[in-house]
């Protein structure tokens, strides 16, 4: 497990990235597997998730998870949600209520995590490349700023991702981010006619660019 330094100085919210250690699921899917979607035993994913609300301290129907779509969408957990065992399409999950814990799942995609220090409101946010060219992160912030909240007491956390040295990517792929933004050049790196992104400095440029300061990245590669 891995805490943030940012968000440890904070004694009334819990958070951790979860590795693949200290799950009950075997074969190929041997480790803390919480993928509600996969071909793992049911009864094994949801061993793995009463470790999750174990380890950070919330009950099981208080344990929110998404159906990753890949997308721009997010969802804000108010007083009036009604607490069920549907899962909602979406990427991004935004609450200010108490003993409630939002979760995604990633693999070599950026995990998010933010707290806004001053209004309360938590966030935990699935950002691939298709979420962050589609820019959920940006929405995000300037739904939190119609809400109230102010840049300086907003701090975002970039878990463990795919590196850029491990991230390959085609020639295509380089155009469209390109064609969003010329300056986008500056998240690629060329080596030995390869191209190569850099998904943690895209998204940390999206929150500089947006004038967040307090921004952390977790330096683990997940390739």
Known sequence: MIVSKSLKKFNNIKHLFFNKSGGVSSGIYKSLNCGIGSNDKKKNVLKNLAIVCKKIGCKKKKLLKLNQIHSN????????????????????????????????????????????????IIGAVHVGWKGAYKKILIIIVKYLLKKG?????????IGPSIYQKNYEVGPEFKKKFLTQDKKNKKYFLYLRNRIFFSLNSYIEGQLEDLGIKNIEIIKKDTY
């Open 73 to 120: 969408k997010f969802i804000f957990i108010g007083k009036n949600y009604k607490f069920n065992k549907k899962r909602i399409k979406a990427d991004g999950l935004i609450t200010n209520l108490r003993n409630v814990a939002i979760s995604i799942l990633t693999a070599d995609c950026a995990p998010i995590l933010f707290y806004d220090s001053k209004k309360k």
């Open 149 to 157: 909240s102010d840049l300086k007491n907003l701090y975002f956390v």
